[in-house]
């Protein structure tokens, strides 16, 4: 069943309020529902409410018991008079059997809920679509000691002991809302609480709640919660709203966290961190999702979506604020370079391949498969783009004319790009077409230079390949920031300027340019796009050490590295020295940013490097890697042991300049095991048992793993025994040897799935397994078939329990087309056998038949 943009119409009937009467309990929870419904325009069509999976015990029209209703797909039919009336409901759910974790399920002994897209219509019949705003009153019972805290959206109003010992709580939330951000906590948690004061005066209760035992793991998430506040006020003018903001972290959750109107839920990962357990990227993830979640109370909940179509307008913008959040925080440049990876790594294969989708799709069949990177991450490089067309001052009137316009509405992703037009005075027509076209445009770019006349031609042009059902593209807006450079001198013979490449080819001359220019384009990665030039390796090199701009920096080290790996992947060798050049340059250089260093200098991923390739080759291209790995190691052992040692720090501090040496250690540490040096080993282990921090213990932990030595064995085992009863802990040890480069890496997993503290009930694990190793190119692409089999296998077993999480992890099976005929058969056969399923998801048909057919 497929749904369509075009055929949108508005709701028959809206419902102005309601009110929840809960009963909870783990096995069976009555929800009683009071509708305020009224007839949106002259129409005689029935009432019909969502539902999924439950029969009303009773349904009253206007307080009167009616037979008059039936079931249709699931939702409730009512014929109905009048223009207004109260409808009530009554049903049982069992929120311990809810093993999709969408709607009200238990995780922990606790309850909680997870309604966008399409899970309120699993707690009770409503209207289960964004653009029918209500008001909520929430009563809830339950009993006292299993559930003494009892939280929903908005604000508390009263609560009470009952008889028999339960206890009873009310919550009023004025704002109204789209049902998918309906929450409800009982639980037996504790909060770490602080008090923000908004820029008018206003005290706001903030409460992150959690076990007791996690406490002390709430405070970095507490502060990034106080920053992101702040922030939004001092960038974007937004005050919170609400007397109360509370957060609770769940151990079992589909995806990162959600913005519930004032109760935001959290996958723990996103919350609970100490130095003894989280890793500085968990540290940054969570002031991220923090800040994303906190962010939308305004870009997705003040205002929020007509219609599921309009969902990167909530999501690739709040993606974009949060980026801007976390590079405030830090090194704006390493952010950059770190959100351009990871757009690399998920959004650009996705846009190349069977799941290619505008980030406005025209259509779908499952909305849960359409919270892809395409999305939120493009969506972001989107809105990032209309704020350097327009530039900071007339993007923020846009953003302010935008809230001021569409509060308290559901809007469209037209109502935002129509909002940036008028407070800018920027035509943004063709712009639109980002909207609309998907796959990512590809440019080309040449500089010609005439040494007599002293002028130099750039020639740009743009080409946007096919993807399924889109198969001619009109040519895009394209802001470029470009810059050209002395390849003698390094002088600037150009300043940066902003082209904006909205032709299919053009030509940009300039004049008196005295020497050869060398170009530096897509400054910042301004656009999100892949640029072919015929700069030669000298060329890249230059840019590396000399260009102004980080990310281009970083992206001449890229493009020099992944031009090596690639003649090396084909032609099973190349020359090493320009690449270990240029390292050597970057190590050398004591103005950079250790963190920067340590991002320069990685190599790029085994999977980026098969997206240069007409045809993936794993083997070839994990020889190709290691060997350079191997060469960059050995040619290089003395800066790495000397950045190795410079990087020890006393003790740990969370500070932008520790983590940069952190990174910058254990990326040394890798070099100095990949160069096979006698005493990597011991180094790693050195490493291990002597950190005060999970970063260091994680990062020594994942050069062991790849190899073969004792000390691999012993980290795991002393890995395992200490962090037993930690389960964020144990998903990384699933994580480290599911990414393993070991050549019994499928073994090792395989085996790992049979472990007793392996389950596919909980996301986080069943990702930490699972998830990893099908993005291990080599290991789950093994020639003969047994990873794309496992995968399949495990998937299968998942989509039974939670097809959400099963249908995400898809992908890496739909990426047949770009290997070779024996493997592309084989990855094809599993995706026939998932769609042939017996009871398979609609979720999972969608994935797999859109992976076979694209
Ligand atoms: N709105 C949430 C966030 O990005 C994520 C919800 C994901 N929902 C889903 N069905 N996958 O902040
Ligand atoms: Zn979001």
Redesign the pocket.
């Known amino acids: 069943h497929v749904i369509r943009r075009e055929d949108y119409t508005p709701p028959d009937w809206q419902v102005p309020e309601i009110a929840l009467d809960f009963a909870l309990d783990a096995a069976a929870t009555s929800v009683r529902a009071t509708l305020n419904v009224v007839r949106s325009s002259a129409h005689d069509r029935p009432l019909v409410l969502d539902g999924a999976g439950q029969t009303p015990l009773s349904v009253k029209v206007d307080g009167v018991a009616v037979n008059d209703w039936w079931l249709k797909d699931g939702g409730l039919v009512i014929p109905l008079r009048g223009s207004a009336h109260v409808i009530e409901t009554e049903v049982e759910i069992a929120p311990e059997r809810n093993t999709q974790l969408m709607g009200l399920y238990a995780s922990g002994g606790n309850l909680c809920t997870q309604c966008?897209?399409e899970g309120f219509r699993r707690i009770t019949f409503f209207p289960d679509r964004p653009d029918v705003l209500s008001v909520y009153k929430v009563h809830m019972v339950a009993d006292k000691a299993r559930y003494p805290v009892l939280l929903a959206n908005g604000d508390p109003i009263a609560q009470g002991d009952l008889p028999d010992g339960r206890h009873w709580a009310d919550w009023h939330d004025p704002f109204p809302k789209p049902s998918y951000l309906f929450a409800l906590v009982a639980g037996d948690l504790v909060a770490n609480r602080a008090t923000f004061t908004t820029m008018s005066g206003r005290d706001v209760a903030l409460g992150i709640w959690v076990r007791a035992a996690d406490l002390a793991k709430t405070e970095h998430a507490l502060a990034a919660l106080q920053t992101s506040m702040a922030w939004d006020e001092r960038v974007y003018g937004r005050e919170y709203d609400l007397d109360v903001f509370n957060i609770v972290a769940v151990d079992d959750f589909?995806?990162?966290?959600?913005?519930n109107k004032g109760l935001n839920i959290f996958n723990s990962r996103y919350i609970l961190a100490d130095a003894d357990t989280a890793t500085d990227y968990d540290f940054d993830a969570i002031a991220a999702v923090v800040a994303?979640?906190y962010f939308?109370n305004w870009s997705?909940n003040r205002i929020t979506c007509r219609d599921w179509f309009q969902l990167s307008l909530k999501?690739g913008f709040?993606v974009f604020r949060d980026q801007g959040f976390s590079a405030d925080q830090g090194s704006a440049a390493v952010k950059r370079i770190e959100d351009v990876r990871g757009l690399r790594a998920a959004q650009f294969p996705e846009d190349a391949g069977p799941l290619a989708h505008p980030i406005r799709p025209d259509e779908y069949q499952e909305?849960?498969n359409f919270?892809t990177a395409t999305i939120?991450n493009k969506g972001a490089e989107v809105i990032r783009m209309i704020a350097t067309i327009l530039g900071p001052q007339r993007f923020r009137a846009g953003t302010d004319l935008y809230f001021e316009r569409f509060d308290g509405t559901a809007a469209t992703c037209e109502d935002f790009v129509a909002s940036m037009e008028a407070a800018s005075g920027v035509d943004l027509s063709q712009f639109r077409l980002w909207y609309s076209q998907a796959g990512t445009p590809r440019v080309t770019a040449s500089v010609a230079h005439d040494a007599g006349s002293g002028r130099a031609t750039l020639t740009l042009s743009q080409r946007t390949p096919p993807t399924p059902g889109q198969l001619d593209k009109q040519p895009m807006v394209l802001p470029l920031k470009l810059k050209l450079f002395g390849a003698e001198t390094a002088q600037t013979l150009a300043a940066e300027q902003l082209v904006l490449l909205d032709q299919p080819s053009e030509q940009i001359v300039f004049e008196g340019i005295s020497e050869r220019p060398v170009l530096s384009i897509n400054r910042g990665f301004s656009a999100p796009v892949v640029v072919e030039t015929d700069r030669s390796a000298a060329d890249l090199a230059f840019l590396s050490a000399h260009d102004d701009d980080p990310f281009a920096r970083y992206e001449a080290m890229q493009q020099l590295m992944l031009d090596t790996l690639v003649e090396s992947a084909a032609n099973g060798t190349a020359d090493h020295r320009a690449v270990i050049a240029a390292i050597a340059g970057t190590l050398d250089d004591a103005a950079l940013d250790p963190a920067f260093v340590a991002e320069v200098v990685l190599l790029p991923s085994d999977a980026f490097i098969g997206d240069q390739m007409a045809r993936v080759d794993p083997e070839a291209i994990f020889r190709a890697r290691e060997a350079l790995r191997r060469d960059v190691g050995r040619s290089l052992d003395t800066r790495w042991r000397a950045a190795y040692d410079a990087a020890q720090a006393d003790s740990f501090e969370y500070s932008p300049a520790a983590k940069g040496l952190r990174r910058l250690k254990t990326v040394a540490l890798g070099y100095i095991a990949a160069s096979g040096a006698a005493d990597a080993a011991g180094l790693a282990f050195g490493q291990f048992e002597a950190a005060d921090n999970m970063t260091d213990r994680q990062g020594a932990l994942a050069t062991l793993v790849s190899g073969d030595s004792p000390e691999r064995i012993a980290a795991l085992d002393i890995f395992y025994n200490r962090y037993s009863d930690n389960a964020l802990v144990l998903d990384k040890w699933f994580q480290a040897q599911a990414l393993s480069a070991r050549d019994d890496t499928l073994e090792i997993v395989a085996e790992l799935s049979r472990h007793r503290d392996f389950t596919l009930a909980n996301p986080n694990r069943a990702r930490a397994l699972i998830g990893a190793f099908s993005v291990n190119q080599r290991a789950f692409n093994a020639a003969d078939g047994a990873g794309y089999r496992f995968v399949a296998d495990q998937l299968i077993a998942l989509d039974r329990l939670n097809p959400?999480t099963a249908a995400k992890m898809i992908p890496p099976l739909g990426r047949w087309r770009r290997f070779d005929a024996a493997r592309a058969a084989l990855m094809r056969g599993e995706l026939e056998r998932i769609v042939a399923t017996p009871g398979l998801s609609k979720d999972m048909f969608e994935q797999a038949s859109k992976s076979l057919a694209g």
């Open positions: 966008e897209a589909n995806f990162g966290a959600m913005e994303h979640e939308h997705g999501e709040t909305i849960s919270y939120y959400q």
